[in-house]
């Protein structure tokens, strides 16, 4: 079946756009669950597939009428895998529990699911920017943001095998929209290195296992060519001080990813 036909039997279609399901993960993600789930209000399905939380995540999702599926966390991939998988409509909007959509957003995203309903095919998937919550204010509108791949249609769709940045993946053509949504998941310094602490630890084993060479060049090499992308590339300069700490954390990530795959190999030798 053509993928116009198949939209076109979609449930939902019929009201005068393609239906989609928002789905998120979540555990223990009280804190900015709420504002996620109100800008994504405008769904046909949120899905959230909790982990354990013992917070007030599950109380959140009750307020929005979530349906709400448990599942013990199998990894970053396998988990949002999963998650999708689960979804009852074809297009989903994958968000992390602290991510959320402007208006301007939510409208471009409703525009293109009317445009799939008139007869407009839709595509295998659509990227959106990210504008980050950079510790105490958001990127700078001259900033250049990252793009995700975040959209998509879940019949064409996989997740990629990275342990810690797992990211999905179609078999189709890919389309970018304009709108952005916000990241706020770094509130501040703390909040950062803690977690590039832990994502650094989490890819050592599979730097190992792809047998990555020339560690010590990367230590020395790759975190000031990375300053200098980030702070001058992405435009980060225009964050002022926000953007040249983001910056010089962001190199010591990179420094860190490397550091600890040579300290293991330093142990193993001994």
């Not at 597939?49 to 007030?56: A, F, L, N, P, R």
């Not at 349906?67 to 991939?77: C, I, S, T």
């Not at 996989?158 to 916000?182: I, N, Q």
């Not at 010590?216 to 992308?229: A, K, N, S």
Request: hydrophobic share 40%; aromatic share 10%.
């Amino acid at each position: 079946m053509s993928d116009l036909s198949t939209a076109m039997s979609s449930p939902g279609v019929e009201s005068g756009h393609q239906p989609l399901s928002v789905v998120v993960t979540t555990l223990n993600n009280a804190a900015t669950l709420r504002r996620c789930l109100q800008s994504a209000a405008f769904a046909d399905e949120l899905l959230l597939v909790d982990s354990g939380s013992s917070d007030d995540t599950l109380a959140i999702a009750a307020e929005f009428d979530c349906r709400v599926l448990h599942k013990p966390f199998a990894g970053y991939g396998p988990q949002k895998q999963w998650a999708i998988e689960q979804a009852q409509h074809r297009y989903v909007l994958l968000l992390d529990a602290d991510e959320w959509l402007p208006e301007d957003c939510q409208l471009e995203i409703q525009t293109l699911l009317a445009g799939m309903a008139a007869g407009q095919p839709g595509l295998a998937g659509y990227r959106l920017p990210r504008r980050e919550l950079i510790f105490w204010q958001y990127q700078h509108p001259g900033a250049r943001l990252n793009r995700y791949l975040r959209l998509l249609d879940r019949q064409r769709f996989r997740m990629s095998a990275s342990t810690v940045h797992a990211a999905p993946e179609v078999d189709g053509p890919v389309a970018d929209l304009r709108c952005a949504f916000h990241h706020d998941g770094e509130p501040d310094i703390h909040t950062k290195v803690a977690k590039i602490n832990a994502y650094s630890s989490g890819l050592v084993a599979d730097k190992l296992e792809r047998k990555v060479g020339f560690v010590r060049t990367r230590m020395l090499l790759y975190p000031p060519w990375f300053f200098v992308r980030q702070y001058l590339g992405k435009r980060q300069f225009l964050d002022g001080w926000a953007g040249f700490v983001q910056s010089v954390v962001g190199a010591f990530y990179v420094f860190l990813k490397y550091a600890k795959v040579y300290e293991v190999r330093r142990r193993n030798r001994r």
